[in-house]
């Protein structure tokens, strides 16, 4: 009797778990979709260039890195390829880029995968009374400025995140 007590039991804490009625955070998938946008936004690819421009990347520097990239940008034309995510970047053929493309490629995909790779600096909710929407705070890395945005789920149980800007 006391295990058929305890599987309920335990049955109704994952079915509550389960249910939640907002996302929290610092959940993998709420961070994930926040990177996803500050990806997409450039900011990773700028922040790259600024480091660049300082000399904190060795051997490489910023006209090397430029034309690198615009010979990145010829050949995924070329091949009608587009590198709007790490995903991208992994099926890339490198076999065609020029000296300066491998590095600036290698360099960014680096970048790109530590970015996605690395956890959060400090994640915090800043507004929990809404009962379906979490507004939130976070620094993806030590020295980056603070990002505001909100998560929700949608109607059809789907993940909604919105980074302010």
Known sequence: M?????VFVGLVAIFFTACSTKPKCDDDEVVKLVKDIVYESGAVGDKL???IMQGQIPNITMDQYTRGLINVGEVAQ?????LNSYEDFKKF????LNENGLKSFNLLKDTIKNFYKTK?????T???SDPKITYCKAK?????N??????QYTNDGKLYVEVAR
């Open 120 to 124: 959060p600096y400090t994640t915090m």
């Open 126 to 128: 800043t507004d929990d």
């Open 2 to 6: 006391k295990i058929l007590n305890l």
């Open 78 to 82: 070329k091949s009608n390829i587009t």
């Open 93 to 96: 053929d490198v076999s065609k």
């Open 49 to 51: 260039s600024a480091a």
């Open 146 to 151: 603070t990002l505001e945005y909100s998560a």
């Open 140 to 144: 993806l890395f030590k020295d980056a």
